[in-house]
């Protein structure tokens, strides 16, 4: 297989060289992806292919967007591991739909009491007050959609993009969501008087 | 329903004590990703030159999983040569 410099593959790929420097490209994709989903018994070398050749359409598609900040086949490989994983996503979440408990949320999920047996007295007492309070501000300070997405996230496990397309948005706009959340949150529990230091050591994970 | 257990709890705590106001999205942590991948590949401190790429890695499940395989496929074509 031809050595390419970035300009040589960005070269071939766009003139009469183009069919071999495809035929490389596959070939370095399909062993790549072999090795970044090392361990998964779930794949066979078709599925690999299968990921590789999608992953080619959009390389070329996005040829023009790659600025050259690394080697191209890094950026070639990071948009092969990119289709693999929405695609494993896709096939792993396909029968599950968000909960049905999602689909009124209040802010149930979060626990009114907790058994840690590593927080001693005074953090078990920071804790219910803090816990009293994370309650009381999610109902009132996040929308439907945000809680939504929180308990699909955290009790269901289910991945960013997959609870992003059972939402109509995509993973980007999603994690925007969570973030404008998690911001509204905290903002309210420092008007609320709870200190940002003590409740870290209070769950410190 | 369902609560969330302890140690959920704990890292949702943590990921809302902790939110940053100039935190980047999956879209900016996708483009820069490479570069950073590379980083860390050359031994670099790339958490240190991209912190909002490493912030958004350990915030986010879904690219920490891409990160974790891109580098994964790149070490071993690294070490094999290919």
């Known amino acids: 297989m031809t050595e390419r410099t970035n300009q040589e593959w960005l070269t071939a790929l766009r003139g009469p060289g183009r069919d071999e420097a495809l035929v490389d490209l596959r070939a370095l994709l399909v062993r790549g992806l072999g090795y970044a989903l090392a361990g998964r018994s779930d794949l066979d070398d078709s599925a690999l292919e299968d990921f590789a050749q999608e992953a080619l359409l ?17 950026w070639a490989q990071k948009i092969a591991v990119r289709v693999a994983f929405t695609e494993l996503r896709h096939r792993r979440w396909r029968d599950v739909s968000l909960d049905e408990m ?96 003590d409740m870290l050591a209070a769950f410190e994970p | 329903m369902m ?28 483009e820069q990703l490479d570069r950073f991948v590379e980083m860390t590949l050359a ?16 915030r986010c499940r879904d690219c920490r999983e891409e990160f974790e395989a891109l580098l994964a496929a790149l070490r071993a074509r690294l070490i094999g040569g290919g």
């Not at chain 1, 070329?60 to 080697?71: C, K, P």
């Not at chain 1, 804790?127 to 009132?140: D, G, K, P």
Request: hydrophobic share 40%.
């Open chain 1, 58 to 74: 959009k390389i070329l598609a996005g040829l023009d967007s790659f600025r050259g900040e690394s080697r191209f086949i890094t």
């Open chain 1, 102 to 197: 999602t689909g009124n949320p209040d802010s149930d999920f979060i626990p009114s009491t907790l058994v840690d047996p590593s927080a001693g007295p005074e953090q078990q007492a920071i804790q219910r007050v803090f816990l009293s309070t994370l309650r009381r501000i999610i109902t009132e300070e996040l929308t439907d959609r945000q809680r939504q997405a929180l308990v699909a996230l955290r009790i269901q496990g289910m991945p960013l993009e997959e609870v992003a397309r059972r939402m109509s948005t995509n993973r980007n706009a999603l994690y925007k969501l969570l973030h404008d959340a998690r911001q509204r949150l905290l903002k309210r529990m420092m008007a609320e008087g709870l200190s940002p230091k």
């Open chain 2, 3 to 30: 609560t969330l257990d302890l140690d959920t709890l704990k890292r949702m705590v943590h990921g809302i004590i902790t939110t940053r106001p100039d935190e980047i999205g999956c879209d900016e942590c996708f």
């Open chain 2, 43 to 58: 031994g670099k401190n790339a958490a240190e030159a991209m912190p909002l790429v490493q912030d958004h890695l350990e």
